[in-house]
């Protein structure tokens, strides 16, 4: 995905967000390139929303400094606003009206939309076109939602949780329009509680937990990076499941094959692997509440 370098597309420092003394989001900092595709992962309740909705002007903060195409969201041009798209968590404001009515009344806001048939077929709801909204299935809505945030032909793309509730195939389908997106040079932030689709999607993650952020850095990073050790499995000549984590797996597999071919048998189950983004992802976020003092930030 191309990433290019410039002033970039946000920028966020030291953002605090309280909703009647309780303190959702703790100072978090983070900047998005122009043409990346970057993640928010978390737990529920960990900011994530309020973040993003800081970011769309949706929300007030309480302090802190943001920047969304070189504009502070709190202000909430126009001039923004016709440049980003967005996927609430939660929308369903067109309940009476046709999904391509929808579409087409979204699109007569924006100064250059999109073709309203090529969104409508991009989101998979040609065949949905003409029903109400409202009789859709929850992830045909969702799709809708997705429409509704490309019609605009923005720059600029907030997805919350675009995927939650979508089949196997129509994920795997707006997987494919985010990749084509992004391929456009556009910029996406999304949220998802889906790691496979974090890994599919971002060029970074940051892993955000009560209100601050613990781990930022490419999927990859974060597999190999902050969990440095290695996982061995196998079985044993009695056949009883044998695992140790090492950090260079070459002399364990060394000594467990040389010792398996002098036998004249083979290590059943060999298996070595590195920590996928999901354990890494359970380590981080399972570890004592970290309530009171700031925790460090892993960037790797
Ligand atoms: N409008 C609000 N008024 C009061 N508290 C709120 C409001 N919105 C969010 N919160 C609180 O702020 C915290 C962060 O919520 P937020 O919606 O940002 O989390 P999230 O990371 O998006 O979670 P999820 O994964 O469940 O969507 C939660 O404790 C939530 O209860
Ligand atoms: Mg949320």
Do not use: C
Request: charged share 25%; net charge negative; proline share 4%.
């Amino acid at each position: 995905m191309a990433v290019s370098t410039g002033q970039p597309a946000i920028e966020v420092s030291d953002l605090h967000k309280s909703y009647a003394g309780h303190e959702a989001v703790r100072g978090i900092d983070f900047t998005v390139s122009r043409g990346e595709v970057f993640g928010l992962l978390g737990p529920n309740g960990a900011g994530k929303t309020t973040t993003v909705e800081i970011l769309e002007g949706y929300r007030e903060r309480t302090s802190g400094t943001v920047s969304v195409l070189g504009m502070d969201p709190g202000e909430r041009s126009r001039a923004l606003r016709e440049r980003v798209g967005i996927v609430l968590q939660s929308s369903g404001m067109y309940r009476f009206v046709t999904v391509r009515e929808a579409v087409a009344h979204w699109a007569a806001m924006y100064p250059a939309p999109r073709d309203v048939d090529e969104v409508v077929a991009l989101a998979g709801l040609q065949e949905k076109q003409d029903a109400y909204v409202r009789s859709l299935s929850g992830g045909q809505a969702r799709r809708l939602d997705f429409a509704l945030a490309l019609i605009g032909d923005p720059e600029l793309i907030f997805l919350d949780e675009p995927t939650t509730g979508f089949d196997p195939a129509a994920r795997r389908q707006a997987w494919d329009t985010v990749r084509s997106l992004a391929d456009l040079g556009k910029t996406i932030l999304l949220t998802t509680h889906y790691l496979d689709e974090a890994q599919a999607l971002a060029d970074r993650v940051a892993i955000i937990k009560t209100g601050r952020i613990l781990a930022i850095g490419t999927p990859a990073e974060l597999g190999v990076g902050s969990a440095t050790r290695v996982r061995v499995s196998w079985r044993d000549e009695n056949g009883t499941p044998q695992e140790r984590e090492v950090e260079d797996p070459t002399r364990l597999v060394h000594e467990l094959t040389s010792a398996a071919i002098a036998r004249g048998t083979s290590v059943a189950e060999l298996t070595v692997t590195r920590p996928s983004l999901e354990d890494v992802y359970l380590e981080l976020t399972s570890a004592g509440d970290t309530d009171g003092e700031p925790a460090g930030v892993a960037r790797v």
